[in-house]
C-alpha cells in the first residue's frame, strides 16, 4: 500500500507580532529599518504578523505592505483587521486575514511602531500615579504556571506578574504587563513590561534565554553578558537601558 503523499497535521509556531501605530508607510518603514539594525540576527528576514489594529479603515494598504517588505521582514498575516473593505484588500494581496488567541501577544520584540518620539503623548499627572507605587503593587495580580512551558507554547498574564515553577523551551514565549519570575531552566523567551511599564524586572534562576525583554527594550542571547549565562540573574531597566545584575 502506497503511503500518501501529504499529511496534515497541527502544530504551533512562534511569530513576532508588530503593531503598527502611524498610518503613514515611510515612517514606518524608518522605524522597523532602526529596529533590524538593532538586532539584526533576531529581525532580519524574519517572518512576522502585522496588527493594524490601531490603523484608520482607509490605510493604503499596498502602500504599507511595500513598506515593511522592503525592510526585509516576511510578512506572513495580518491581524487587528475590522474593517470589511480593508480586508478584501488584503485579501487580494494574498494575505491571510488572521485571528489572534486569547494569549498570544506581539513579541518583540520591540516597542509599538513608531514609539513614541513620532508621536509625543502627555505626561499623566503626578495625582494619576503616585510615584512611591512599585510595580508589584500595580499588578497585584499573579498567574502561576506549575508545568514545563513547551516549545510554540506562549503564555500572557494580562495585567498581572507571571511566574514560572518549571523550565521553559527554547521556542517558548513568557509574556507579562508587570514581572517574570523563572524557577527552572529559562531557555525560551522572556517579556516583561509588554504594556510598557518601565519598572518591571525579569528574575530567572537559570538564564539561557533566546530573549529577553523590558518595555520593548531586549537582548537576543548573544547580548547577555557571558558571566550571567545559565546562572541566577535579575534584569532590569536602568535609565531605559536593560540591565543584569547577580540574583541573590
Given at each position: 500500500?502506497?503511503?500518501?503523499?501529504?499529511?496534515?497535521k497541527?502544530?504551533s509556531?512562534?511569530?513576532?507580532v508588530i503593531?503598527?501605530h502611524?498610518?503613514?508607510?515611510?515612517?514606518?518603514?524608518?522605524?522597523?529599518?532602526?529596529?533590524?539594525?538593532?538586532?539584526?540576527?533576531?529581525?532580519?528576514?524574519?517572518?512576522?504578523?502585522?496588527?493594524i489594529?490601531?490603523?484608520?479603515?482607509?490605510?493604503?494598504?499596498?502602500?504599507?505592505?511595500?513598506?515593511v517588505?522592503?525592510?526585509g521582514?516576511?510578512?506572513v498575516?495580518?491581524?487587528g483587521?475590522?474593517?470589511e473593505?480593508?480586508?478584501?484588500?488584503?485579501?487580494?494581496?494574498?494575505?491571510p486575514?488572521?485571528?489572534?488567541?486569547?494569549?498570544?501577544?506581539k513579541?518583540?520584540?520591540?516597542a509599538?511602531?513608531?514609539?513614541?518620539?513620532?508621536?509625543?503623548q502627555?505626561e499623566p499627572?503626578?495625582?494619576?500615579?503616585?510615584?512611591?507605587?512599585?510595580?508589584?503593587?500595580?499588578f497585584?495580580?499573579?498567574?502561576i504556571?506549575?508545568?514545563?512551558?513547551?516549545s510554540?507554547?506562549q503564555?500572557?498574564?494580562k495585567n498581572?506578574?507571571?511566574?514560572?515553577?518549571s523550565s521553559?523551551?527554547?521556542g517558548?514565549?513568557?509574556?507579562?504587563d508587570?514581572?517574570?519570575?523563572?524557577?527552572?531552566?529559562?531557555?525560551?523567551?522572556?517579556?516583561?513590561?509588554a504594556?510598557?511599564?518601565?519598572?518591571a524586572?525579569i528574575?530567572c534562576?537559570?538564564?539561557?534565554?533566546?530573549?529577553v525583554?523590558?518595555?520593548?527594550?531586549y537582548?537576543?542571547?548573544?547580548?547577555?553578558?557571558?558571566e550571567?549565562?545559565?546562572?541566577?540573574?535579575?534584569?532590569?531597566?536602568?535609565?531605559?537601558?536593560?540591565s543584569?545584575q547577580?540574583?541573590?
Open positions: 500500500m502506497s503511503q500518501t503523499p501529504i499529511e496534515l497541527g502544530s509556531f512562534t511569530l513576532s503593531h503598527l502611524h498610518s503613514q508607510p515611510g515612517v514606518i518603514r524608518q522605524a522597523l529599518q532602526e529596529k533590524i539594525e538593532q538586532a539584526p540576527a533576531f529581525l532580519k528576514n524574519a517572518p512576522v504578523v502585522l496588527n489594529a490601531a490603523l484608520p479603515p482607509a490605510l493604503n494598504w499596498l502602500e504599507m505592505q511595500q513598506a517588505t522592503a525592510t521582514l516576511r510578512v498575516g495580518v491581524s483587521c475590522k474593517d473593505h480593508l480586508k478584501q484588500q488584503i485579501l487580494a494581496s494574498g494575505l486575514v488572521l485571528t489572534e488567541g486569547k494569549d498570544v501577544r513579541a518583540p520584540e520591540a509599538p511602531i513608531p514609539t513614541s518620539a513620532v508621536e509625543p502627555p499627572a503626578a495625582s494619576e500615579e503616585p510615584e512611591s507605587v512599585t510595580v508589584t503593587e500595580k497585584a495580580r499573579t498567574r504556571i506549575n508545568t514545563p512551558v513547551r510554540g507554547q503564555i500572557y498574564a498581572a506578574d507571571l511566574i514560572v515553577t521553559v523551551s527554547a517558548a514565549e513568557l509574556v507579562a508587570g514581572n517574570i519570575h523563572i524557577y527552572g531552566m529559562m531557555r525560551g523567551r522572556a517579556l516583561a513590561g504594556s510598557g511599564e518601565q519598572s524586572e528574575f534562576t537559570h538564564l539561557a534565554a533566546e530573549l525583554s523590558i518595555a520593548g527594550e537582548w537576543i542571547m548573544d547580548q547577555i553578558p557571558s550571567f549565562f545559565q546562572q541566577a540573574a535579575r534584569l532590569s531597566l536602568t535609565d531605559g537601558v536593560l543584569i547577580t540574583l541573590s
